[in-house]
């Protein structure tokens, strides 16, 4: 389950100067709205909101395997901009990934009619392909940083190595 579900936060939009007949009590809608000053109250300006351990846990959790999934990277002797872009292309290659699982799944959802499936096939397709020309442009990126810095020949073996993971 991803962490931005448990934390995600229904908001509400409020608008104070406005009151309509579904925001009145019983009585004041028998009254026909009429409403004194005195029986108007603001709502406070903060909210509170709570979240659970087991979300904390979690968040926690997510948090520690991101790094830990990069700990590779970091540890290296690379230059922190080829570090920065090397983690910037998993992410992507993580991101195509999983648009290409979405694909597959749409593909063989038998349950969606043709044209629900030819749509969302059709969104798909367009997000695979934006995300592949962002790993090729991202790629391009590390390639032409590495030969501007002058990067020994052991970083490039490590940063093409990093690449394979």
């Not at 367009?126 to 590495?146: F, I, K, N, W």
Request: glycine content about 4%.
């Amino acid at each position: 389950m991803p962490i931005s579900s448990l934390l995600a936060v229904p908001t509400t939009v409020l608008d104070h100067n406005r009151l309509d007949a579904a925001s009145l009590t019983q009585p004041e809608r028998a009254s026909g709205g009429d409403l004194s000053a005195s029986a108007v109250q603001p709502i406070g300006e903060s909210v509170r909101i709570s979240i659970s351990a087991e979300a904390l846990n979690a968040a926690a959790k997510h948090q520690k395997s991101e790094k830990n999934k990069n700990a590779d990277i970091d540890e290296s002797d690379l230059p922190d901009t080829v570090k920065g872009l090397l983690k910037r292309i998993r992410e992507l290659r993580e991101q195509l990934e999983q648009k290409q699982l979405e694909l597959q799944q749409v593909t063989a959802d038998q349950k969606l009619s043709d044209s629900e499936k030819a749509q969302k096939v059709s969104r798909l397709q367009g997000e695979v392909a934006a995300l592949s020309g962002a790993v090729v442009t991202a790629m391009q990126d590390l390639d032409e940083l590495m030969n501007s810095q002058n990067i020994s020949a052991d970083q490039k073996k490590t940063a093409g190595f990093l690449l394979m993971k």
